[in-house]
Structures are given as C-alpha cells and as structure tokens.
Nanobody, 126 residues
C-alpha cells in the first residue's frame, strides 16, 4: 500500500511559477512510476507529466500542453516527486493529483495507476 500526499498548490498570477510536491509512504517508492494528472471543472482528468521508476531509467514524459514549461523529478531518498511549473497561464488552473503505478512505466491513462493522492488546487489568475 502506498499513500500519496500532495502539497504546494495555490494562487499565482499568469507567468508565475509553482512547485508541487508529492510525498509517498513505503519503502518501494523507487520501483513505482509516478505521474501528475490534473482536472479542471467540467473537464476530464488529463495526464500532465510522468517519470518512470529508477529501474526504467527515471525517464520523463510530458503532455504537449506543458512541454517546455513543466518539469518532473523524483528524490528517492525523500520518497518525493516534484512538479515544477513555470510560465503558468489560466488554462493550467485545475486540481493536480499525483499517482503511482506498480508497473514502473509511465502511462497516459489514469486507469494504469494504482494509488492516488487527494489533489491540490492550482489557480492561475489573468
């Protein structure tokens, strides 16, 4: 069982930055692929970024909408995955959730993930 707790959300102006954190319990954190998803009101949940397990080289993947602006990283010593978000705009407003996949490989579909955090709100004002 893995428990995930996100933090770092908040209100920011257009062009600003935020860093989200996702702290994971358990000693097998490095074996999981980690993903960030977001869901805006009235919209479906969408994949934002993912990082594979260390076994698969900690490779990173991004949605086209955030490529070049967001960066995902993991710190296995702290059992934490981060999402650095730069050049934010109002379209980035959503609840952001982190998720863990036992497969160790990143998938864009939320059904491929086994554990989820409760989410953290990110609001970008214009």
């Amino acid at each position: 069982q893995v428990q995930l707790v996100e933090s770092g959300g908040g209100l920011v102006q257009t062009g600003g930055s935020l860093r989200l954190s996702c702290a994971a319990s358990g000693r097998t954190f490095s074996t999981y692929a980690m993903g960030w998803f977001r869901q805006a009101p009235g919209k479906e949940r969408e994949f934002v970024a993912g990082i594979s397990s260390s076994w698969y080289g900690s490779r990173t993947y991004y949605a086209d909408s955030v490529k070049g602006r967001f960066g995902i990283s993991r710190d296995s010593a702290k059992n934490t995955v981060y999402l650095q978000m730069n050049s934010l705009n109002p379209d980035d407003t959503a609840v952001y959730s982190c998720a863990a996949a036992r497969t160790g490989t990143v998938a864009g579909a939320h059904k491929e993930y086994d554990y989820w955090g409760q989410g953290t709100q990110v609001t970008v004002s214009s």
